[in-house]
């Protein structure tokens, strides 16, 4: 029953508190530096260093043709970033908010996602779409949205979100220096979370597509991604109390799906669910559900249950901690886990 | 009602609110240049056509017949099942061609789904320009090789693709212009909007060449707009708005170069409105008849664009009927290799389906993609063992 070691704690070189924005902005100054194709676009991402600050700094080290602020128009952001990736630019585009994505969303599905197989491999389109996602920041309507569900349903898309802070520059990183396109969700209510992580040795960067076990346990899986793993955690440490020992599982990346990782943790506990904000009715977890299910079914104690987000509209923010889900939620799903059955 | 005893008194030194225009205010661009002209600019007929180089003026009526022959031919397969569906050219030869000419090798051309014909002038292998059509594959060309997009089916929609290609490589310091194709039910799209403005921010080098045929598909112009015209929407984005009759061939290709030479020397995108005429249905599949006359489809047969081209070089003694009858067979044969080629079934590989998603395999697809392999080879070996196959043969 431990937690996973950060490797900037591991490597015991100078760590120091940092949050999850300064690893997200260090990983796009380090992409930047390395390789002059890598260029940032998107709303008031220049001077202002964008709403939450994550490219602080961008325009004044790297100039405005580096670290672009573009007109207000999603669209044209992700089209134009499209045609800076067919001349062999590596664009990051920032969205401001996840609902001020959906502008872009055909560019996307109609052409990011396509783009590589319609022309038979010839034009990919190493493009980085940063989506600040989720609610719990008391955003007013359309700022709270978990949109993962609709990118997941298009192929073409790889669909990554950290967790942690570490992650967050490693799997940024990696994001930028993939060749497909990478909408990468920014849980936003985690922006200002810290760790010990060191700016001046970064983990190193790994492929897009691994999950990782955040906490051993023999009881139950918790399988989780993005805002929910901090929820899991500490759901995690409180079921103690109750006898349960969870495992938690963060997926990290929801396309490529880790179904290796996920489906050797349920076979070694037996029992799983799956925790996300976005809404439960055609939200990725009835997607992680029935590929645990179709994967594991001879060594399941109990049905694999979801906690999710009601499927309502994001609510008002005076009102968002009823549809979050938290540590009782998670742990009432626990606890209809067929225990009876075992004694 | 208060007495004026109570009015606050300012202090002294503070701001005095008169009226003045607002602080921020400031005159930007000048829109007189920017306006297109009244009428549709014009080379044929006028005292324009003196000037019009005569080896520009045989190639183009070449690339007409060809480029009116090609649409034929293409109509044909369609009717032979060759083509799943063809959005046939005719009548806008003069646009398909000119744009493909106007273009030196290292720039970019982005046709939308009714621009084959350009993307053929332009030196594709017509039979890879028809992958699309054909349905063998979604685009049958390096775009990268060939610097000319995917047609696009999503209108507008590749605009903006060709803003940001343009822009990156006049970041890059590179001589590259992009002409991006469109049509007048395009120019209500979002996308063209956005495209036109962050080109004219940004000071892209591109030319937008929006060819006005009067209809997406069945809906004329005068539902899609209340502009005074197509090309006066330039000026809203602060670039000149260029108005050209888009069936004569030299106008068009005069209005083309001076765009391209603008925005090659960087003075940023135009905007410039065709005005042409669709004389075919929408595709094959469309019935026109259900939303327009005959008389306005005579009066456009009347204002053709290789008759006219035709006649003013008979006219001028520039072309006789040896010239016509060299130029139509040599479209003829043009005709000819193409059916042959297209006549001839396309090689499908079933596995193709998964070889292009992503760089690199999912772990998904990679069982999904053996799915499919087994059901192939299930269907290829129906007894379900080799030797049964060994027998039946």
């Known amino acids: 029953m431990t937690t996973v070691a950060s490797r900037a704690t591991r490597t015991g070189k100078a760590a120091k508190p940092a949050t999850m924005a300064q690893a997200l902005q260090r990983a796009m100054r380090d992409a930047m530096a390395e390789d002059p194709t890598v260029h940032v676009l998107g709303e008031d991402v220049g001077t202002l260093g964008g709403v939450f600050r994550v490219t602080d700094g961008l325009a004044a080290e790297f100039g405005e043709d580096r670290c672009t602020d573009t007109p207000l128009a999603e669209a044209g952001i992700l089209g134009t970033a499209v045609g800076m990736a067919m001349y062999g630019l590596r664009p990051v585009v920032e969205m401001q908010f996840d609902a001020f994505a959906y502008p872009a969303f055909e560019q996307l599905t109609s052409h990011v996602a396509k783009m590589r197989n319609r022309t038979r491999g010839s034009l990919p389109l190493p493009i980085t779409i940063r989506v600040p996602y989720g609610g719990g920041i008391g955003g007013v309507e359309h700022h709270s949205d978990s949109s993962e569900a609709y990118y997941m349903a298009t192929p073409g898309l790889h669909v990554v979100t950290p967790a942690t802070v570490e992650d967050a520059y490693g799997m940024l990183r990696a994001a930028i220096a993939s060749d497909d396109p990478v909408v990468f969700l920014e849980p936003k209510r985690l922006y200002w979370s810290k760790a010990q992580w060191s700016p001046e040795s970064p983990a190193a960067v790994e492929p897009i597509g691994r999950a990782v076990v955040r906490r051993t346990g023999l009881s139950a899986t918790l399988v989780t991604y993005g805002p929910s793993l901090t929820v899991c955690l500490e759901a995690a440490e409180a079921a103690r109390a109750e006898g349960w020992d969870l495992e938690v599982v963060d997926l990290r990346s929801l396309v490529p799906f880790d179904d290796e990782t996920v489906v050797a943790s349920v076979r070694r506990t037996g029992r799983a669910v799956v925790v996300h904000e976005s809404n439960g009715f055609g939200g990725p977890g009835g997607e992680i559900a029935a590929r645990i299910s179709e994967r594991c079914f001879h060594h399941l104690e109990a049905p694999v249950l979801r906690v999710a987000g009601f499927d309502i509209p994001y609510p008002p923010p005076m009102l968002e901690q009823h549809h979050l889900p938290g540590v009782d939620r998670v742990l009432d799903a626990v606890a209809r886990l067929q225990w009876e059955a075992d004694s | ?393």
């Open chain 2, 1 to 393: 009602m208060k007495k004026s005893s109570t009015t606050v008194q300012e202090p002294p030194g503070a701001v005095v609110h008169r009226s003045t225009p607002p602080p921020a205010w400031q005159p930007r661009t000048d829109p007189a240049p920017l306006l297109p002209d009244p009428e549709p600019y014009r080379v044929l007929g006028t005292e324009a056509v003196a000037d019009a180089d005569p080896e520009l003026l045989r190639r183009l009526y070449a690339e007409l017949v060809r480029g009116r022959r090609f649409n034929a031919q293409a109509t044909a397969l369609t009717k032979q099942g060759r083509l799943a569906v063809y959005p046939s050219s005719t009548g806008q030869e003069a646009c398909e061609v000119a744009a493909a000419l106007v273009l030196q090798e290292q720039d970019w051309l982005f046709p939308s789904y009714r621009d084959t014909l350009a993307v053929v002038a332009r030196g594709l292998d017509p039979v890879r320009a028809l992958t699309l059509l054909r349905g063998d594959w979604h685009t049958g060309y390096d775009p990268r090789e060939h610097r000319i997009a995917p047609l696009s089916t999503p209108l507008a929609t590749q605009l903006p693709h060709a803003v940001g290609l343009a822009h990156a490589a006049r970041l890059k310091g590179d001589d590259v212009v992009a002409l991006a194709m469109v049509g007048d039910g395009g120019t209500s799209e979002g996308d063209f909007h956005e495209a036109l403005n962050f080109a004219a921010v940004w000071k892209a080098p591109v030319v937008f060449f929006v060819q006005n045929n009067g209809f997406a598909i069945s809906v004329p112009l005068a539902k899609q707009t209340a502009a005074p015209s197509l090309a006066h929407k330039a000026v809203g984005y602060g670039m000149p708005g260029r108005l050209v009759d888009g069936n004569d061939a030299p106008a068009v290709h005069s209005v083309l170069t001076e765009a391209v030479r603008r925005a090659r020397s960087g003075g940023g995108p135009t905007l410039i409105e065709a005005v042409t005429y669709r004389i075919e249905a929408h595709t094959n599949a469309d019935d026109a008849t259900r939303y327009r006359g005959d008389g306005e489809v005579e009066a456009w047969r009347a204002h053709d664009p290789v008759r006219l081209l035709e006649h003013e070089l008979t006219e001028r003694g520039m072309l006789d009927e040896d010239g016509i009858r060299k130029a139509a067979d040599d479209a003829d044969a043009m005709a000819a290799r193409l059916r042959d080629r297209m006549n001839a079934d396309p090689e499908l590989d079933p596995m193709d389906l998964f070889a292009h998603i992503y760089a690199e395999q999912t772990a998904q697809l990679r069982e999904q993609a053996a799915q499919l392999r087994a059901e192939l080879d299930a269907s290829a070996d129906p007894a379900g063992d080799a030797a049964g196959q060994g027998e039946t043969r």
